[in-house]
């Protein structure tokens, strides 16, 4: 429900972007890349299935995919949808490192963007950032001898990248660009905050599990 009701939020901002302006485009980008990605850290557990010593759990870097529609209202200002998948894996790590299973982890974000120079023009630099979802898919794996599946979690998160523009044609271009998705876990008691005024308090450490994408995809104009 989450997912479907942030598809259909961005949707109908950028229809009401639509007839703001009589230069309005929309830009339509599939693209591929590679995603370095990191997860969290816990209290160290000992395994009783290996003898092991764990405390961190990851994504595993894998490639992705994905498709982005913006729409261009104005020379310079833009407002869309990203939406992108990771074939990943679940890894945990400490002493030694070990594979769960496969995982998939899917973004959906609505974005507010820049494109400097002129909307005519060959190459243009652009820069975004937006609001939106991470889902990180069940994964099926051998836990203490034992066949498991841990549940699907949908986190909020927060998008921000920055690339190029190429239009050799007026409607058929390149994109490239670098994507940095921090995605909100969980928050760790960091300890005790105290004022002379207000007392003592038990203030946290936020967690987030990061990715940072390089990908490059075809961008075909309207």
């Known amino acids: 429900m989450t997912k479907r009701m942030l598809v259909w939020t961005v949707l109908l901002v950028m229809v009401g972007v639509l007839p703001a302006s009589a230069q309005a485009h929309v830009e339509i980008t599939g693209f591929a890349g590679w995603v370095f990605s990191d997860g969290v850290s816990g209290d160290a557990t000992l395994s009783p299935a290996d003898g092991q010593i ?16 913006g729409v261009l209202a104005g020379d310079n200002a833009e407002v869309g949808f990203i939406f992108s998948q990771q074939a990943s894996a679940l890894v945990i790590s ?30 243009r630099p652009f820069a975004f950032g937006g609001l939106g979802a991470t889902n990180f898919g069940k994964v099926t794996g051998t836990i203490l001898n034992e066949t498991r599946t841990l549940g ?58 990061n990715q940072f994408q390089f990908n490059g995809g075809i961008s075909f104009k309207f």
């Open 94 to 123: 400490g002493t030694s490192e070990r594979e769960i299973g496969d995982l998939s982890v899917k973004t959906y974000h609505g974005y507010f963007g820049y494109n400097w120079g002129d909307a005519d023009a060959v190459v």
């Open 152 to 209: 699907s979690e949908t986190q909020f998160s927060t998008t921000w990248g920055a690339g190029v523009k190429i239009y050799p044609s007026p409607h058929v271009g390149l994109r490239l660009g670098v994507h940095f998705t921090p995605t909100y876990i969980k928050t760790d008691a960091g300890g005790w905050w105290c004022d002379p005024w207000y007392g003592c308090y038990l203030v946290g450490n936020a967690q987030y599990s």
């Open 54 to 69: 764990y405390d961190q759990i990851d994504p595993k870097d894998s490639a992705n995919f994905g498709f982005s529609v």
